[in-house]
């Protein structure tokens, strides 16, 4: 027998709604509670769950104590007086997950907008990193409006019930309308389509050994710079430019691709993770190489973000291997075994491209070696042959190491630019949009 609708009557649960509405936050202090959680996020030490909860506890109490003193009424500590954990109340309404990277897709964009914002805020005209590229995209965005096909255009935007109409309208003048109808030129009508100019850019981030280091205001390291400065570029680029691409690969003595969404929780390498904070251009390199093959853009580029010379390079044959000791009997090689590699995947959830038979290791101070120095030169020269271009941030103080990236990029005919890392997030995202509109505006004269 099938239950009668009318026979059910709903009642509103009074006792839920009443605990929603006595945890809710204010605006502004979920604001404060994100601010809090992209700082957390951004340290190499990330914390879990269980500790990012005292730490907005403290936030949210460090607030009540203000307002107390300001004599304001204080409603956002409603929430400890459900006895709700403030991390559980993240996860109700969608910010935070009780996992190990614990943001949610909603409050990366969320706090990433929020930083992108105050970054826009604060760049002034006259940017840095102006960066000419000659190619166009196809266009491949498609108008409502219609237009007469010319002889060369594609077809593919052929607007066939309009030519038919045309036809059929031109016939009607002087006979009348049989079938098949024959189609002449003039009557084929396209839509208009906007000239889509797509660029696949590919961020190779160091993760040496270094750039844990302290920038000089103590506000951070220059990985964390860096990893803001990239979280930003990407929120940018999903917003106002969606058909571009963006891919991050993070380096040491090996490179790996890194999912956008783990750009926050980037580690850096130290001594204990078997040689591989070593810095190897090479293998930044070529993977960027491999991705950029794969992305159907017209314009593409490689920008290296790091704080150090390359110290590592592949090795890809004993002959090779056998040159080298010949001439320094002492030096270093390294081949990931397959349980560090499992390890690392576990770890940091990423896979590393091992790209080479091994790796040579020879860190000298500000020096390259020269076998190094050879293999870094013709990696980057196979990326200029497909078309690629190549520029470096150095986030480094040292004249030396900024000399050796400067001879590298005139090899290239790219560009090679000091940043201070506090700099890093305006000095992206200008020169992201500047080489947007260089684009642009070389499409314009073609």
Same mark, same amino acid.
């Given at each position: ?5 009318? #026979?059910f009557v ?16 204010s ?38 104590e ?6 304001q ?13 403030? $991390? ?19 409050? %990366? ?19 840095? *990193? ?8 196809? *266009?491949?965005?498609i108008?409502?409006?219609t ?17 038919? &109409? ?28 906007i000239e889509? $100019? ?9 993760l040496?050994? $270094? ?6 205001? *103590? ?12 979280w930003?570029?990407y ?5 106002? %430019? ?37 810095t ?18 017209? #314009?593409?580029?490689?920008v ?5 010379q ?14 080298? &000791? ?9 081949k990931?075994?397959? *349980? ?5 995947? #576990? ?46 941030i ?53």
């Amino acid at each position: 027998m099938q239950p009668n609708a009318k #026979n059910f009557v709903y009642f509103l649960n009074q006792e839920n709604e009443n605990k929603k509405s006595n945890t809710e936050i204010s605006n502004n202090m979920l604001q404060k509670i994100l601010q809090t959680m992209a700082k957390q996020v951004l340290k190499e030490k990330t914390p879990n769950v269980q500790e990012l909860d005292r730490i907005l506890e403290g936030v949210i109490q460090q607030s009540h104590e203000k307002s107390v003193e300001q004599n304001q009424e204080e409603k956002d500590t409603d929430i400890q007086g459900m006895g709700e954990p403030l $991390t559980k109340y993240l996860q109700r309404i969608g910010y935070l997950k009780d996992q190990k990277k614990w943001l949610t897709n909603k409050a %990366f964009f969320e706090i990433g907008g929020k930083l992108l914002h105050d970054v826009m805020k604060s760049i002034s005209e006259g940017g840095f *990193g102006f960066h000419e590229t000659k190619n166009v995209g196809t *266009g491949s965005v498609i108008m409502d409006t219609t237009k007469q096909l010319e002889l060369g255009d594609d077809i593919k935007n052929l607007n066939v019930p309009q030519t038919i &109409l045309n036809s059929i309208q031109r016939i009607k003048k002087f006979s009348e309308v049989k079938f098949p109808i024959l189609l002449n030129l003039d009557d084929f009508e396209e839509f208009d389509t906007i000239e889509e $100019t797509k660029v696949a850019v590919v961020y190779c981030i160091d993760l040496s050994s $270094t750039m844990k280091y302290s920038i000089s205001s *103590g506000e951070g390291s220059r990985i964390e710079a860096a990893k803001k400065a990239l979280w930003v570029l990407y929120v940018l680029n999903k917003k106002f %430019f969606p058909n571009d691409s963006i891919y991050v690969v993070g380096f040491g003595s090996l490179a790996s691709e890194v999912d956008p969404y783990d750009i926050p929780y980037l580690k850096t390498y130290d001594a204990n993770d078997n040689f591989l904070h070593y810095t190897n251009y090479q293998a930044a390199f070529r993977l960027a190489l491999k991705i950029l093959k794969r992305d159907g853009s017209q #314009n593409k580029r490689i920008v290296m973000i790091t704080d150090g010379q390359p110290s590592a390079s592949f090795i890809d044959n004993e002959s090779q291997k056998k040159d080298i &000791l010949s001439d320094k009997p002492y030096s270093h090689f390294y081949k990931p075994d397959e *349980g560090t590699l499992l390890k690392l995947q #576990n770890e940091r959830d990423i896979r590393l491209d091992v790209g080479g038979e091994m790796v040579y290791l020879c860190y000298r101070y500000r020096q390259v070696d020269p076998v190094i120095d050879a293999k870094t030169l013709f990696e980057a020269k196979k990326c200029k042959r497909e078309g690629i271009e190549i520029d470096t941030i150095m986030v480094s103080e040292e004249v030396e190491l900024l000399s050796y990236v400067e001879g590298l990029e005139r090899h290239l005919k790219g560009r090679a630019y000091y940043i201070n890392p506090e700099n890093i997030d305006k000095i992206l995202i200008t020169d992201f949009i500047s080489n947007k509109k260089k684009i642009l505006s070389s499409k314009q004269t073609w």
